[in-house]
């Protein structure tokens, strides 16, 4: 667990900003992080709300070069690091993301 989602992304020194959401550069998706409002988890798997085309694409790069994401998810005061998942497939307007 960490305090805020800035701590996490100084933890694992993400590139770019500590803004909520996805952040992703040329290989694809790095970090997924969840306000917890419209994704939804059930065991190992976790359904991400794609937001729009750009974070699509580069979730698809993640499941053609077989990358995996380490995904955050808002818990009370808190953000919880769920680890991390690969991309399994898109349905409407979520990517599900397996363990």
């Known amino acids: 667990m960490f305090k805020n989602i800035k701590q996490a992304h100084e933890h694992y020194k993400y590139p770019g900003s500590y803004r909520t959401g996805t952040i992703y550069d040329e290989n694809g998706v790095i970090r997924s992080y969840s306000n917890g409002t419209k994704d939804i988890i059930k065991d190992k798997i976790f359904y991400y709300e794609l937001k729009n085309d750009k974070i699509k694409n580069a979730f698809k ?18 953000v919880k690091d769920l680890g991390l ?7 409407k307007n979520y990517v599900k993301l397996i363990k």
């Open 61 to 78: 790069l993640n499941k053609k070069n077989n990358n995996k994401l380490r995904v955050f998810r808002k818990e009370n005061n808190s």
């Open 85 to 91: 998942y690969k991309v399994d497939k898109f349905y």
